[in-house]
């Protein structure tokens, strides 16, 4: 799926921002908290969102609704990230980037379901950050057993360093906010809500349309735009725990 035009356009005009250049403005935002340099990281990491949104839903018809996501992810990255833990700012944001637009995923698809599992959590939000001492280019482990070329880290993702405490902290704490706030969405529902929470979007195997219809002695059809306000309610619901914009659910 291709992105916007207006806004790969807006991409292709924006200049690289160097690593060093990152590093001093990242370092220099620390500790003055100047607007003018937080915009600076934002811009400049533009590009990684892309990148990451389409390693992870690039089939999808929502691309830019990904982008738009993990542009969210991307400036609570920069306002929370501490140059003095030894994390370059790409490595730690991608972390962030992914994590937003897994949410959403979460929240807007079957994927919600993997919420109930203690593996479907893990498989969801394992492995996602780089070491803080490699490059998200340098390249990673082969394709196809040992045979294929080898892909960069940014493809991957993966964490080869993944016990380190401040990583472990925050994949843990992110993950525990989602469950408690996908744990808490079912009692604001009224009982058909809740059933269609309960049968369509948290079990692993969703009931059919008719299954649910018939409990509930409406139409298939009446379930499938209940469950589309069902999954609206639930990104709101998700986004106000997490303590996201509107925005970024709308």
Known sequence: MNLDDSYARSLDRLPTMPAAEQAEVAARYARTRDP????????????LVVKIARALGGHRADLMDLVQEGN???????KLFDPGRGVKLTTYAAWWIRATIMRHLMTTSR?????STREGRRRF???TLPGPDRSLEARGPRDDGGSGPR?????????????????????REYRARVQRAVDGFGPTLDKRGRGIFE??????????????????AISGERVRQLEARVRTDLRRHVAGALGEPERAVA
């Open 199 to 216: 049968m369509r979007l948290v079990r692993d195997e969703p009931a059919h349309l008719a299954t649910v219809g018939r409990r509930f």
């Open 151 to 171: 892909r960069a880290l940014l493809d991957v993702l993966a964490d080869d360093e993944d016990n380190r405490p401040d990583v472990r902290y925050e994949e």
């Open 36 to 47: 003018r340099d937080a915009d600076r990281l934002v811009l400049g990491n533009l590009r």
């Open 111 to 115: 994927m919600v379901s993997f919420a």
């Open 72 to 78: 969210a992810g991307l400036t609570h990255a920069v």
């Open 125 to 127: 939000f394992d492995r």
